[in-house]
């Protein structure tokens, strides 16, 4: 497979020279598969990768890439699984840096994960089961399991099939957040005294080449009698959570009536089994829908919950919960130390990078926008080169028979409020 390369190389104002270079490859590629020639993208000969020690820094996360300094490429260090690195976060890329020394330099390396269609739709259950009455209405709704492809795009879920067809048809929904609501809508009465059950085969099929796919059987068992179903008051709810609520908070209330009498009355309340609702529970018999895990705005904004209404005879609508997720400052920035001098020359000149910072805060918003500030009376100062780099840079002449060493304290505080900060000593 091939792979495309797309570069720009600038100078900043504080003297360090920065490069930016991208690859696109595609996942799964072999331990060491050549990923492109850096050294030769960046204008760089191989002999300033050996004199300047190049290395790769990744900060905190895993390093899929290996740089080879005597060939100048960077090489696949371990197989890139996408569906694991970023789920179905698109696109999907590895962010890093390559740092250099003597002189102090740095370059921006992107590496964009593509999808191949490596993972088939499946579902949770391999059979799904409903008691519905001979007296439905057409047009009745039944909420049917979706199914779950970790490829994305084009190999991503694709459609549904519904086999066979005599009575229901199968209603399909793209959904705002990506994925597809699936339900069976009756077409044609159903009459117990003809059939009293009745098997189908959902079908899911994605978009790759060659084409996946998974199955699922629904049995359904005809009952007698019931001649009204239940109907929820609107067919779509929103609601929001803070990301910091407590297990037991009540998002909102689902309601639904049913003109019949006695059980077949009688409304029960229910989630179909999902990755979302796992975080949700619906009290079976008042509807209320309150938060039994921790959502986390930095990890997901948005989840939508079909809810499935039924009353003791078998029938049954459906409607739909929009829980948005809102931001609270809860994490501070965190300082990453790229690269320093251990050893300073006090005849080095104003301006002179000493150190270079990594900053890292997850929250959005202002909660998320980091200013950060060094200790007082030092000859030094701190620049922000680009978004989450910050570089420590002489701003005095230095004198050792004045001072001989500096601990030089850098804080890091967001604007959140309240504000979080962190610090780092430099020696």
């Known amino acids: 497979m091939g792979w495309q390369v797309f570069m720009y190389i600038s100078m900043l104002s504080v003297g360090v020279a920065r490069g930016q270079v991208s690859y696109s490859i595609p996942e799964e590629m072999e331990k060491g598969a050549v990923i492109g020639n850096i050294a030769q993208d960046l204008g760089l000969g191989v002999d300033r990768l050996k004199s300047g020690k190049a290395r790769i820094y990744t900060g905190n996360t895993e390093e899929y890439v290996e740089l080879r300094r005597d060939r100048g490429v960077l090489l696949i260090k371990d197989r890139i699984d996408r569906e694991s690195l970023c789920g179905q976060t698109m696109p999907c890329a590895l962010h ?34 409903y008691e519905i009455s001979e007296s439905a209405l057409t047009g009745a709704r039944f909420v049917l399991e979706k199914a779950v492809d970790n490829d994305v795009g084009v190999n991503g879920l694709s459609s549904y099939t519904l086999k066979p067809s005599d009575n229901f048809v199968l209603k399909t929904i793209s959904r705002g957040d990506g994925t597809k609501h699936v339900e069976m809508v009756l077409q044609k009465p159903l009459d117990r005294e003809k059939h009293e059950h009745l098997s189908l085969i959902l079908t899911a099929l994605d978009g790759g080449e060659p084409q996946l796919s998974g199955t699922m059987q629904i049995m359904i068992t005809v009952l007698d009698a019931n001649d009204n179903p239940p109907v929820c008051s609107r067919t779509e709810y929103k609601a929001s959570v803070t990301e910091n609520a407590p297990v037991g908070t009540v998002v909102t209330t689902v309601r639904a009536t049913d003109v019949d009498k ?54 049954s609508d459906a409607c739909k919960v929009i829980v948005d997720v809102t931001d609270t400052n809860d994490n501070p920035p965190s300082i990453n130390i790229m690269s320093k001098s251990n050893t300073l020359s006090e005849n080095m000149k104003p301006g002179t990078v000493v150190t270079m910072l990594n900053i890292q805060d997850p929250d959005s918003n202002e909660n998320g926008k980091v200013m950060c500030v060094l200790s007082e009376n030092t000859p030094f100062t701190i620049k922000s080169t680009t978004n989450n780099f910050f570089s420590v840079l002489t701003e005095d002449e230095l004198d050792r028979e004045r001072a001989s060493e500096y601990n030089i304290s850098v804080t890091c505080s967001d604007e959140g409020v309240p504000s979080l900060s962190s610090s780092v000593t430099l020696t």
């Open 96 to 129: 890093f840096q390559m740092i250099l020394e003597n002189p102090m330099e740095f370059y921006t390396v992107t590496v964009e994960i593509t999808d191949i269609n490596d993972n088939p739709p499946t579902f949770e259950r391999s059979e799904m089961k």
């Open 262 to 315: 006695g059980n077949n009355g009688k409304v029960t309340y229910m989630i179909p089994k999902s990755a979302a609702a796992s975080l949700f529970q619906i009290d079976p018999n008042d509807g209320v829908l309150t938060l039994t895990g921790n959502v986390d705005y930095e990890k997901r904004r948005l989840y939508e919950l079909d809810v499935q209404v039924s009353d003791q005879g078998g029938l």
